[in-house]
């Protein structure tokens, strides 16, 4: 069965990139173009993991995990954030928030696909 990722940013030729990697790689991808389009989607329809950046207007990152893992059909997703900032005391707040992991921004095709493979057993 065809796992399914949703990709959260706010930056369009991110998710493009994201998505064309995933997708060549047998994955489904859903799209959201921040945090509250990311929750909304993550809360309606059934994803596998999520790959979220941090910096998003309307709902951040964090923000969007912390709602996330108030709702039921949160609890248990693996989150993974893809952001630019790689500052530690935003990673503890992340992992508190209820990340799995953070990978900075320019990633590889190769490192996404691993943590993927990774964060979905």
Avoid at 82 to 105: F, I, N, P, V, Y
Wanted: proline share 4%; aromatic share 2%; hydrophobic share 45%.
């Amino acid at each position: 069965m065809t796992k399914t990722i949703l990709t959260v940013d706010d930056s369009p030729s991110i998710r493009k990139m994201i998505a064309m990697t995933l997708q060549e790689a047998g994955y489904a991808v859903l799209e959201a173009v921040d945090g509250q389009d990311g929750l909304a989607k993550a809360t309606s329809a059934h994803v596998d993991a999520i790959i979220t950046d941090q910096n998003m207007p309307n709902l951040d990152g964090l923000g969007m995990i912390r709602a996330l893992r108030q709702h039921p059909m949160g609890r248990g997703v693996p989150i993974v954030v893809l952001s630019t900032d790689g500052d530690e005391g935003l990673k503890a707040q992340a992992r508190e928030a209820g990340a799995l992991g953070w990978m900075l921004k320019p990633f590889t095709q190769d490192k996404l696909l691993a943590v993927m493979k990774k964060v979905l057993g």
